[in-house]
């Protein structure tokens, strides 16, 4: 079963993940990462695992796991 | 190949691997994560960390610091690096090495945020008052960062020179991997100040100052004949040659690439050091070129003027000199293919 999984601690709150999820299936944490941005967090039950998050990201904080 | 790591926080852990020994400096973007890595790197390996209260502060620390004879570094960008100046050159004065970290961003005053180039004149030239040199090294990926930031320390220390490393705001902030080179011992000068009068008092006003400007004089002759680096793509049959740096720089190389593949006879020199400037690449081009091509990314060329220069020294004077300033931010490929055709028809007016 693929899923995401998302390095909190890479994430620059840059929003390209958002826009771009077909599902809408991501959103910015209220919370900060220890650099301070508000982090990346998918919604797991609206994740189709189609993999644009992490073409799209510059920082690599998405990886696809089997 | 190594992990992937942000160009910031991959410069400032070789700044450490080269034994840097205090860091001081002042935030601002886009080189604040520099700062921010190095307070826990510092303290974790027992070395200095300072937030100054001022860039102004941070250079001045530096300038103790090296007196000490240990290796010092402040990171900086835009008009931080200008309030730097004076303390770069009283670094500059006392022939102390240093290393500063320039992440520019465009813009006069405050400026953008973005990537620009608009420091080169001020960086080559030297924005404070007086006639000295500093090493300028632009690195076009973060492994070519963390390769010129370990160098700059060597450089510095050899020549007793401040050594700038011209970073970018898209470089320090973009994830590459990068493979780092082992960590260096900690040294200490052996010509430092210890607070003993172990060696001779140095005070202002008290030297030749025609002695001295001979001496360093034959130093930056040196630097100029030893110290020149750049990158070389296609010189020896090109017609037409661009020059460009950092992320530009690797751009026009790509750019350079697609016309070579299709047949064009291009070339490229991307210098690795701004100062000196790398005239001796322009030794290798072939004296049929019909012009050189500046890509830069600032409002009108700066480092024009140097290859203008440099083909004048090395070559002739009659080969035009073009620049493409794209002002800010990033060099398109498209941009730059669509401008290349406009010099070719004879549309685009030369700047030399």
Redesign the interface.
């Known amino acids: 079963m693929s899923e995401v999984v998302v390095s909190e601690s890479?994430c620059?709150s840059c929003g390209f993940c958002v826009k771009n999820c077909p599902k809408g299936a991501i959103s910015l944490a209220h919370s900060f990462n220890s650099?301070g941005y508000k982090y990346a967090v998918v919604d797991s039950e609206k994740c189709i695992v189609c993999g644009i998050c992490y073409t799209v990201c510059?920082?690599?904080v998405f990886e696809i796991r089997e | 190949m190594g992990d992937?790591i942000?160009g910031n926080d991959a410069i400032a852990e070789a700044a450490v691997r080269a034994g840097v020994q205090l860091y001081a400096g002042y935030p601002i973007t886009p080189s604040t994560?520099v700062m921010?890595y190095l307070s826990w790197r510092m303290p974790e390996l027992g070395r200095t960390f300072i937030q100054a209260e001022s860039e102004l502060a941070g250079i001045n620390m530096v300038l103790g610091f090296a007196f000490c004879g240990k290796r010092a570094l402040t990171a900086s960008s835009g008009p931080g690096i200008s309030l730097k100046q004076e303390g770069i050159s009283y670094i500059s004065k006392y022939r102390l090495p240093c290393v500063v970290l320039n992440v520019v961003r465009y813009g006069n005053g405050l400026g953008s945020l973005r990537s620009g180039q608009s420091d080169y004149f001020r960086d080559t030239r030297g924005g404070g008052n007086g006639d000295y040199r500093c090493i300028v090294l632009a690195p076009s990926s973060v492994q070519e960062s963390v390769d010129l930031m370990y160098l700059a320390f060597d450089l510095a220390e050899r020549y007793r020179i401040v050594t700038e490393v011209m970073s970018e705001s898209a470089l320090g902030?973009?994830?590459e991997p990068c493979e780092f080179p082992p960590m260096q011992e900690l040294t200490v000068q052996d010509w430092a100040l210890d607070g003993k009068y172990t060696h001779e008092r140095r005070v202002a006003f008290m030297e030749n100052y025609v002695t001295t400007a001979h001496e360093n004089n034959a130093r930056y002759e040196e630097i100029k004949e030893k110290e020149q680096r750049y990158e070389a793509v296609g010189l020896e049959d090109a017609e037409y040659v661009f020059v460009s740096y950092g992320i530009p720089g690797r751009v026009t190389h790509g750019v350079v690439n697609e016309l070579r593949a299709r047949g064009e006879k291009v070339g490229l020199i991307r210098p690795i050091t701004l100062w000196p400037f790398p005239e001796k690449a322009f030794e290798q081009v072939n004296p049929n070129v019909k012009g050189f091509i500046t890509v830069e990314l600032n409002d009108y060329g700066q480092m024009v003027d140097d290859v203008a220069l440099s083909v004048k020294k090395k070559l002739r004077t009659d080969i035009p000199v073009y620049c493409l300033p794209y002002v800010f931010e990033m060099v398109k490929r498209k941009d730059v293919f669509r401008d290349f055709e406009k010099i070719r028809q004879g549309q685009w007016k030369e700047v030399y």
Do not use: I, L, V, W
């Open positions: 890479r620059k650099a510059p920082d690599g | 992937m942000k994560e921010e902030q973009m994830m």
